[in-house]
């Protein structure tokens, strides 16, 4: 049988609105909790887990967070090879005379308490309560890449899905997972990038922090981050004790620009990476890289102009050495042509081919002999899109080492001139095929 309602009590309920969708007889209202900020410091030390946090897990938590109304942007920036969504999630107003800080947590899979680090930092940044987090996002904006090898985390593995060491593939850029650390680097144009690892282990030694070594790096951007670099080490001492933390040792590919930290600080970040010794329980591995990143964040808190200028610096002088340097020419003849190519096509790079039997005065990368004479059909690579940092690294590949970068253009054997003057070209898209 249908409600039978008296005339007067309609007239009432439609007058006051509780007829209608979702009104008597509709579905009850939703009402949308307001978000609470009821975490302090404490609480991020207190829930340190003893045991890895599985890969599902870690995403599962923080989307949790999504609702959060500090978060300016929760982005899947990419997914893994087995399709685990790699998530960024940023704090700040992104005022563009606001320094950046970025994270990049665990890219091999077998190292993984920086991962529960970051997640626990995503946690605090996005529930802390307001007295704790308004002062330091007044000074910086903050994104953490959470998780970026979910599928070695979940495989226990140092590669990701296909075997690849992702802190070898940044010149490459094979893996979907290298392409997404580019995106979010070059969406949030970062003062500061902190690249998050773990190592064996060296006694007394429980953690070691190392700045960037190719000597291609703006000494801005070089000199801060050995600043920074102290400041971790200091801020670990004083807590774990003196001769507790260390410079990371120089390798054979310390100056590699396929490893993070060189390659981020060569594009202008002041950069880091972490190390904590997996021969400290977990619990304890995992408060260190939150202790250390909390020691970045607070370091470039009070000293935002130091770090966003070393940035600025950077970026103008790339700027200023397009004025000298117009183009980059190589012939497809050469034989790393071909890689060449397939590395700045990955790199989001516009080819061209010169079009004019115009003479060219240049210099070569190298020896500095000069050559005018360039045929049409040479490889033009636009100066004013990629700037003389890049073309340095570009000249570090070789394709021998599998992944790795050398320092020494000469193991290249690539002949290549760099245009002093302006080059008359046409975009293409097969350029050097056959």
């Given amino acids: 049988m249908r409600p039978i309602i008296p005339t007067g009590l309609m007239i009432i309920l439609v007058t006051t609105g509780c007829l209608g969708p979702d009104g008597l007889f509709g579905e009850d209202e939703v009402i949308e909790e307001p978000f609470v900020f009821d975490l302090t ?105 959470v998780m970026v090898n979910p599928d070695g985390r979940e495989n226990g593995t140092r590669g990701n899905s296909n075997g690849t060491d992702l802190n070898r593939d940044h010149m490459k850029l094979l893996e979907p997972e290298g392409k997404a650390m580019h995106r979010a680097f070059h969406n949030i144009h970062p003062s500061v990038t902190v690249d998050m690892h773990e190592f064996g282990g060296a006694g007394s030694i429980i953690f070691q922090v190392a700045a960037p070594q190719n000597p291609v790096t703006h000494h801005d951007v070089m000199i801060a981050s050995y600043e920074l670099e102290s400041v971790v080490i200091e801020s670990i001492n004083d807590e774990w004790g003196f001769g507790s933390v260390t410079n990371y040792p120089p390798t054979t590919s310390s100056q590699d620009s396929s490893i993070h930290r060189n390659h981020f600080a060569v594009h202008g970040s002041v950069s880091l990476l972490f190390e904590s010794a997996v021969s400290e329980e977990y619990s304890e591995r995992v408060r260190l890289q939150a202790w250390a990143g ?40 050469d034989p790393a042509a071909t890689e060449t190519i397939r590395i700045l096509r990955d790199h989001g790079f516009d080819l061209g081919t010169k079009i004019d039997g115009e003479s060219v005065t240049s210099i070569h990368y190298e020896t500095f002999f000069p050559r005018s004479d360039f045929l049409n059909g040479t490889v033009v690579v636009p100066m004013d899109q990629i700037g003389w940092r890049t073309i340095s690294e570009l000249m570090e590949y070789n394709s021998d080492k599998d992944q790795h970068y050398t320092n020494s253009p000469k193991d290249r054997g690539m002949d290549a001139w760099r245009a002093l003057e302006s080059v008359n070209y046409n975009i293409e898209t097969n350029i050097c095929s056959a």
């Fill in 294 to 333: 909390l020691a970045v964040i607070d370091e470039v808190v009070e000293n935002p102009n130091y770090y966003l200028e070393a940035r600025q610096a950077s970026d103008e002088e790339g700027q200023e050495g397009n004025d000298i340097v117009y183009a980059y020419l190589f012939e497809c003849s």
């Fill in 41 to 145: 410091i404490e609480d991020l030390w207190e829930d340190i887990p003893e045991n890895q946090t599985s890969a599902t897990d870690i995403t599962n938590l923080t989307y949790e967070l999504r609702k959060s109304p500090r978060i300016t942007n929760f982005t899947e920036v990419g997914y893994s090879l087995k399709g685990q969504p790699l998530l960024l999630i940023e704090f700040g107003d992104y005022d563009p005379a606001v320094p950046t800080v970025y994270f990049v947590a665990a890219q091999h899979g077998n190292e993984p308490a920086s991962v529960d680090s970051a997640y626990l930092m995503v946690r605090h940044f996005a529930r802390a309560i307001p007295e704790e987090i308004d002062p330091i996002l007044s000074n910086i904006n903050l994104a953490i890449l």
